[in-house]
Nanobody, 114 residues
């Protein structure tokens, strides 16, 4: 059974930082491309950042220079360090595992107040 469990969301003031974690089980984590997505109210879900099994990363233009994705294969965990947060970063953040099938976590709320 595949499980992706996100944590680390919360309420933060603009300019602040948060670190999201996504712990995976039931997949061969080390060969999986992992991604963070977000969905704001009334908007489509969008890619925030992704990281391949070899460590190559990709970021949405809106978060480049502020967010960093990383992974710890020994802990089957992917992280999203978010700095210089803006109110427009407010959304539910989801972890996704790209394997033969795609798996999603349940999401964690990030709210940035102005």
């Amino acid at each position: 059974q595949v499980q992706l469990v996100e944590s680390g969301g919360g309420l933060v003031q603009a300019g602040g930082s948060l670190r999201l974690s996504c712990a995976a089980s039931g997949i061969i984590f080390r060969i999986s491309t992992m991604g963070w997505y977000r969905q704001a109210p009334g908007k489509q879900r969008e890619l925030v950042a992704s990281i391949t099994s070899s460590g190559s990363t990709n970021y949405a233009d809106s978060v480049k220079g502020r967010f960093t994705i990383s992974r710890d294969n020994a802990k089957n965990t992917v992280y999203l360090q978010m700095n210089s947060l803006k109110p427009e970063d407010t959304a539910v953040y989801y972890c996704k595992a790209n394997t033969a099938l795609n798996y999603w976590g349940q999401g964690t709320q990030v709210t940035v107040s102005s």
